[in-house]
């Protein structure tokens, strides 16, 4: 019957991005939630797909440009959704709202919470991770939205001079292996653990030791450690610096603070929120000039009244206003951004940064730092079909999670 055949996708006229360069008027075939084929000429795609054993749909993006689907590994939450605090459903409602703005892939971002919160948001994420992969199975429905990667600690073992807008009274100090066991582990033998820490708290080198002994993937942030103890953290296993410039030291001419060894630091990666509040265009461009675009990542860092607009919301015990697209906290401070990475995508382009690499910092990039680039980033031959179609204004025509349509206008 019908319904058993494998559904193929056949996507003509589209601009696709690849990691060697952008491809014009070309093809794509997708079979099942895989890749298999980049056809040079679009009226030449149908001769790769005549096989009786699957059902076809085209879809013609009319030019529109293809690009991997969108990664984030900081957000905190969107449509007035508090990771740290949601059930499944609201889980959902976000990764649902996410896929209509390009993301296919995205780490929820807990804020240093209550031992109780924590365990009931790892149970949320395992509810929806088994959703998730479950879904993956039903070929012929829509997909359920961005997938779930598995969770980011941000804290709540960071440095309380430079807290930014997490609540330093759930912060923790760390003596031993038992004091880590609070930090939950997921269901799924293929969820990231990962979570951002301050070296220079006291045992902080023996935690980044005893976290990745446990399977994290640390980062580096909320911190003022100097360059030596930056160094040992490095040595231990840490790779990469929780949105850069900011919650951190900066570059002075006689005490190079945590920016500087992170721009010179070539085995970190470095992610930037750019929305041109937490960031400088001119800081952005120093950046990239330092680091180059393959140690680039693009994070959102999104709160809850992402995609809700102007106003004032009760999240993380405080009321947090939004103004004009900027968050404020009761104390006068940044308290995350409402941007998603569709946003950071259009800004590194009015800064006349390669589509090519734009496409890097938010999709190779952030898969490569997650240890998921096997899968996905990339739009290769062989990879899971995590794609956004966008049209020459920058809005998502569609989205494609798993080769299947998540997202569609």
């Known amino acids: 019957m019908n319904d058993k055949k494998t559904p193929t996708l056949l996507i003509k006229n589209a601009r696709i991005v690849t990691p060697d360069g952008t491809l014009e008027n070309v093809a794509l075939v997708i079979k099942g939630s895989r890749i298999v084929s980049v056809v040079d000429k679009s009226h030449d795609a149908g001769t790769k797909i005549d096989d009786p054993s699957t059902s076809m749909r085209e879809i013609d993006l009319r030019g529109a440009t293809l690009l991997p689907g969108f990664v984030d590994l900081h957000i905190h939450g969107a449509v007035g959704v508090d990771v740290v605090s949601a059930d499944a459903e609201g889980l959902s409602k976000v990764a649902k709202y996410l896929a209509g703005q390009g993301t296919t892939t995205w780490l929820p971002t807990f804020v240093p919470a209550r031992d109780e919160e924590y365990e009931s948001a790892i149970r949320a994420i395992d509810e929806v991770m088994t959703r998730q992969a479950e879904d993956a199975n039903n070929s012929h429905q829509a997909a359920f939205g961005a997938r779930v990667a598995g969770v980011h600690y941000e804290g709540p073992f960071v440095n309380r001079e430079m807290r930014g807008a997490l609540r330093s009274v759930?912060?923790?100090?760390?003596?031993?292996?038992?004091?880590?066991?609070?930090?939950?582990?997921?269901?799924?033998?293929?969820?990231?653990?990962?979570?951002?820490?301050?070296?220079?708290?006291?045992?902080?080198?023996?935690?980044?030791?005893?976290?990745?002994?446990?399977?994290?993937?640390?980062?580096?942030?909320?911190?003022?450690?100097?360059?030596?103890?930056?160094?040992?953290?490095?040595?231990?296993?840490?790779?990469?610096?929780?949105?850069?410039?900011?919650?951190?030291?900066?570059?002075?001419?006689?005490?190079?603070?945590?920016?500087?060894?992170?721009?010179?630091?070539?085995?970190?990666?470095?992610?930037?929120?750019?929305?041109?509040?937490?960031?400088?265009?001119?800081?952005?461009?120093?950046?990239?000039?330092?680091?180059?675009?393959?140690?680039?990542?693009?994070?959102?860092?999104?709160?809850?009244?992402?995609?809700?607009?102007?106003?004032?919301?009760?999240?993380?015990?405080?009321?947090?206003?939004?103004?004009?697209?900027?968050?404020?906290?009761?104390?006068?401070?940044?308290?995350?951004?409402?941007?998603?990475?569709?946003?950071?995508?259009?800004?590194?382009?009015?800064?006349?940064v390669p589509l090519v690499d734009v496409a890097r910092m938010a999709a190779t990039n952030p898969a490569r730092v997650l240890g998921i680039d096997a899968e996905t980033g990339s739009i290769e031959t062989g990879k899971r079909a995590d794609l956004v179609a966008v049209d020459d204004a920058g809005n998502v025509r569609m989205t494609l999670v798993g080769g299947r349509v998540a997202f569609e206008v």
């Open 170 to 352: 759930y912060f923790k100090d760390y003596t031993d292996a038992r004091d880590v066991d609070f930090m939950r582990k997921l269901r799924s033998s293929n969820a990231v653990h990962f979570t951002t820490i301050a070296p220079e708290i006291p045992n902080g080198i023996e935690l980044t030791k005893e976290l990745i002994r446990r399977g994290f993937i640390i980062s580096i942030g909320h911190t003022r450690a100097d360059v030596a103890t930056l160094d040992e953290a490095c040595a231990a296993g840490a790779r990469h610096v929780t949105h850069l410039y900011n919650a951190m030291t900066g570059l002075h001419h006689r005490a190079p603070g945590v920016v500087g060894w992170a721009l010179t630091k070539p085995e970190m990666t470095c992610e930037v929120i750019a929305d041109l509040l937490h960031v400088d265009e001119f800081a952005l461009q120093i950046a990239l000039k330092c680091k180059g675009v393959e140690r680039m990542v693009l994070v959102s860092d999104a709160v809850a009244p992402t995609g809700l607009g102007d106003g004032e919301y009760e999240f993380w015990d405080e009321t947090i206003k939004v103004i004009n697209g900027k968050t404020e906290n009761e104390r006068g401070g940044l308290a995350g951004s409402v941007i998603t990475i569709l946003d950071a995508v259009r800004v590194m382009l009015k800064l006349d």
